[in-house]
């Protein structure tokens, strides 16, 4: 019997039948007032859950987009700017802000763990850190399933004459992060992850200082001027045609994160995380990520000696229905990551950990049937409820 594909990804994820619903009614203009009240609506819903007070600026493009854009806003050619670079998407900041003609200094940390924010003081304080105009860090690497100390980047660049720009295009919605409190500057943040949309939208809050920076700007750009987003936000309107259902989709979902309060949700996502885990561990399995930096949205894991990870992929893509990625660049084949963001409660980790049961014995590993399953029932009958 065929059924929907369980994405057990970081990204596309599962979308809520009331988003999805959202978006297949009659499309509207989106220059009325009916869009207004929608987009005022999400506007409202972003603001709660970036945990801001500045502008959040909504683009119809992916997260890269927003990437581009925060860097093309913010800086000029000849700027200097560090990138803590932990993986596919920190990397993609680098290649980004080369492209644009910036002085890029990297950290290069070794995939599978994360940024250690005294590292980035150090170089701050350095000869190399004078004159940075900019710190571009990634919150949720999803290539590898770490989490960076972003609150702990923010304590430090506070009193600094510096922007720092962050990529929470993963975890906005799913791991705690407060824009203002933490001091970030500019904050961006993708659709199709923790916050259960499609792909689409990017959205980015822009903080006073990031303006000053901004209107300071150098850089060409026309369709991706924050100046001008700004300005129409003020009226209520977007500059150019919008993602109109998106946008309404958006207003249910958001909802449906602040109905069930950001608390709770980010305690689902850590109880998620360490069901996964427990079951992982009880198959004799070895995480990718360090555990000083494991992501409570994404479990990376490393391919036993002698098993195809990709054929097991595979089997659960195919015979299963259940969806759940690999490794990027020079770890394909290597590791295997399994999201739990966004739409996904305990069973349907439970239903993939036992699906990966099956598929591991299919290809050769020894399995003892059951044991991830327990293991799993273990950590969430031990869990406490929110």
Known sequence: MKRDKLLMTPGPTNVPYAVREAMGRPIIHHRTKEFEYFFSQMNDGLKKVFQTSNYVLT?????????????????????????????????????????????????DISWGNGVDAKEIEKI???????????????????????????????????????????????????????????????????????????????????????????????????????????KSLDKNTTPYTPAVALIIAATESLNMILDEGLENTFKRHKRLANICRAGVEALG?????????????????????????????????????????????????????????GYVDEFDVLRTLSALEMALLEVGYKVELGSALSAAQKAMNDAKQY
């Open 59 to 107: 683009l119809a493009s992916s997260g890269t987009g927003g990437m581009e854009a925060a860097i093309i806003n913010a800086f000029s050619p000849g700027d200097k700017v560090l990138v803590a670079n932990t993986g596919v998407f920190g990397d993609r900041f680098v290649k980004i802000a080369k492209a644009y003609g910036l002085n890029v200094i990297t950290m």
């Open 124 to 230: 701050l304080n350095s000869e190399k850190g004078k004159d940075i105009k900019g710190v571009l860090a990634t919150h949720n690497e999803t290539s590898t399933g770490v989490a960076n100390d972003i609150q702990g980047i923010g304590e430090i660049l506070k009193n600094r004459d510096c922007i720092f720009v962050v990529d929470a295009i993963s975890s906005l919605g799913g791991l705690e992060i407060k824009t203002d409190e933490w001091g970030i500057d500019i904050l961006i943040a993708g659709s199709q992850k923790a916050l259960m949309l499609p792909p689409g939208l990017a959205f980015v809050s822009v903080s006073d200082k990031a303006w000053a920076a901004i209107e300071k700007s150098k850089m060409p750009k026309f369709y991706f001027d924050f100046l001008a987003y700004r």
């Open 285 to 341: 399995l070895e995480f990718f990520a360090d555990a000083r930096y494991m992501s409570d949205l994404i479990t990376s894991i490393k391919a036993p000696e002698g098993i195809d990870i990709e054929k097991v992929r595979k089997i659960l893509n195919i015979k299963y229905d259940i969806m759940v990625a690999g490794g990027q660049q020079h770890l394909k084949g290597k590791i295997m990551r399994i999201g739990h963001m």
